[in-house]
């Protein structure tokens, strides 16, 4: 006899175990969640891509999610996780939520940057970047938050390869970027926003980080911005600031955010979830279920207003 343990939602779970949760999460809810590869890391790990939402065999807006972008966030990783296993379990009861699903798609990467992921499990728990090789030094990985075509390695970022925030040797350049900015060109069409979860700061970000100039959707942006935070700080008055990335956070080129934005994804935002810095990264697993909740509520908001407007 197997005896399966149910999927820890409250716990920090390496690759493996996401990934294998991915598969049979998605095999149990097949009305709500399919699921697809959309590529694989340097490395060969497979990048499975969840689309939650109820099959209707029409076409339906949709929003792009991921989580893990940087390896050591690892309140990002349970941040996806937490978010499919709440749309399942909630669709049917939660009229906000059956609505969503009802009307639109989620396509949730539960973890974009796996082999940072991996290594920050073996070997390194502060590791950032991807773990490429780079040519003529022995420092490995790119920042994937600067590697993307937006204002490419201009301001925030570095062109050496032993840096933190390395922007690769040309935007894309990282087959992680390749894998996820080809599938957002492909489905364009179809994607209304674009969220991509880090942390540490409480902070919803939105275009541009990589220059000063405001973004066309400026007071939109905000506003919405501001919705989102205000619905996240009813469950527990936790606090977030927003605004442009450049001028709230710092400068910096190359985000997978301003990236989608220039594209023409209008609703575009990068979170930075709990905690302010006094764990940082290390945040303890006992924060993960009220940083989840929380952050529900904001993902939530942002997606009602775009299936509304
Ligand atoms: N913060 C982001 C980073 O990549 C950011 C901030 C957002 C930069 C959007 C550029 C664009 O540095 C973390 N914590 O990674
Ligand atoms: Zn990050």
Request: glycine share 8%; aromatic share 14%.
């Given at each position: 006899m197997r005896v399966t343990k149910a999927h820890d939602y409250t716990k920090y779970n390496n690759w493996a175990t996401i990934n294998d949760w991915a598969i049979s999460i998605s095999s149990a809810n097949p009305s709500l969640i399919s699921r697809q590869v959309i590529g694989n890391t340097y490395e060969g790990r497979p990048m499975h891509l969840l689309t939650v939402g109820k099959k209707t065999g029409s076409a339906k807006p949709a929003v792009f999610m991921d989580?893990?972008?940087?390896?050591?966030?690892?309140?990002?990783?349970?941040?996806?996780?937490?978010?499919?296993?709440?749309?399942?379990?909630?669709y049917g009861s939660d009229p906000e939520m059956t609505n969503l699903l009802d009307r639109m798609d989620f396509f949730v990467l539960p973890v974009f940057n796996i082999d940072g992921y991996e290594?920050?499990?073996?070997?390194?728990?502060?590791?950032?970047?991807?773990?490429?090789?780079?040519s003529g030094t022995s420092c490995i990985g790119t920042d994937p938050?600067?590697?993307?075509?937006?204002?490419?390695?201009?301001?925030?970022?570095s062109s050496n390869p032993c840096s933190d925030t390395y922007c690769g040797s040309s935007?894309?350049?990282?087959?992680?970027?390749?894998?996820?900015?080809?599938?957002?060109?492909?489905?364009?069409?179809?994607?209304?926003?674009?969220?991509?979860?880090?942390?540490?700061?409480?902070?919803?970000?939105?275009?541009?980080?990589?220059?000063y100039g405001l973004a066309a959707d400026h007071s939109e942006l905000l506003s919405v911005s501001q919705g989102a935070i205000a619905a996240l700080r009813t469950l527990y008055g936790t606090k977030y600031t927003s605004g442009p990335g450049a001028t709230t956070i710092y400068p910096a080129a190359g985000g997978s955010d301003d990236w989608a934005?220039?594209?023409?994804?209008?609703?575009s935002y990068t979170f930075e979830l709990r905690d302010e810095g006094r764990y940082g990264f290390l945040l303890p697993?006992?924060?993960?279920?009220?940083?989840?909740?929380?952050?529900?509520?904001?993902?939530?908001?942002?997606?009602?207003?775009v299936l509304n407007n």
């Amino acid at each position: 006899m197997r005896v399966t343990k149910a999927h820890d939602y409250t716990k920090y779970n390496n690759w493996a175990t996401i990934n294998d949760w991915a598969i049979s999460i998605s095999s149990a809810n097949p009305s709500l969640i399919s699921r697809q590869v959309i590529g694989n890391t340097y490395e060969g790990r497979p990048m499975h891509l969840l689309t939650v939402g109820k099959k209707t065999g029409s076409a339906k807006p949709a929003v792009f999610m991921d989580c893990g972008f940087h390896a050591r966030e690892w309140i990002t990783h349970a941040f996806c996780q937490w978010f499919v296993n709440e749309a399942v379990s909630t669709y049917g009861s939660d009229p906000e939520m059956t609505n969503l699903l009802d009307r639109m798609d989620f396509f949730v990467l539960p973890v974009f940057n796996i082999d940072g992921y991996e290594y920050t499990w073996s070997s390194n728990r502060m590791w950032r970047k991807t773990r490429s090789k780079n040519s003529g030094t022995s420092c490995i990985g790119t920042d994937p938050n600067r590697n993307f075509n937006a204002g490419w390695c201009t301001t925030g970022a570095s062109s050496n390869p032993c840096s933190d925030t390395y922007c690769g040797s040309s935007p894309e350049s990282e087959i992680e970027s390749k894998n996820l900015a080809n599938f957002i060109r492909t489905n364009k069409s179809i994607i209304k926003a674009y969220m991509t979860v880090h942390s540490y700061s409480q902070l919803l970000l939105f275009p541009y980080s990589y220059k000063y100039g405001l973004a066309a959707d400026h007071s939109e942006l905000l506003s919405v911005s501001q919705g989102a935070i205000a619905a996240l700080r009813t469950l527990y008055g936790t606090k977030y600031t927003s605004g442009p990335g450049a001028t709230t956070i710092y400068p910096a080129a190359g985000g997978s955010d301003d990236w989608a934005y220039d594209l023409g994804v209008k609703y575009s935002y990068t979170f930075e979830l709990r905690d302010e810095g006094r764990y940082g990264f290390l945040l303890p697993e006992s924060q993960i279920k009220p940083t989840c909740e929380e952050t529900m509520l904001a993902v939530k908001y942002i997606a009602s207003y775009v299936l509304n407007n």
